[in-house]
């Protein structure tokens, strides 16, 4: 009785370490496509907040700017409470 015991609980042991190393396979996997993607973005130019509004209003046209006037005026409504 106490093999059959002494076997399972081998077994349960053995499937919790091949559990484990798959999740740090894994998450190895997770941080080399996180450093892939880190390395593209740093390729990008950056630009600051102010140039990419002027660019999305200036590709939206008038109803663009009216979105963008609304979305101001909602965010001091928000603020004021009122």
């Known amino acids: 009785m106490e093999d059959t015991a002494m076997t399972n609980m081998n077994h ?3 499937q919790h370490i091949l559990e484990y190393e798959s999740r740090l ?3 190895d996997q997770m941080l080399e496509q996180a ?3 880190a390395d593209s973005l740093g390729k ?3 630009k600051d907040a102010a140039e990419l509004m002027q660019e999305e209003l ?3 046209g008038p109803m663009g700017i ?3 006037v609304a ?3 909602e965010k001091v409504v928000e603020r004021t409470g009122a």
């Open 12 to 14: 349960q042991i053995e």
């Open 58 to 60: 200036a590709q939206a």
């Open 44 to 46: 990008i130019p950056q």
């Open 71 to 73: 979305q101001r005026l």
């Open 25 to 27: 396979e894994h998450l």
């Open 35 to 37: 450093d892939r993607l």
């Open 66 to 68: 009216w979105d963008a």
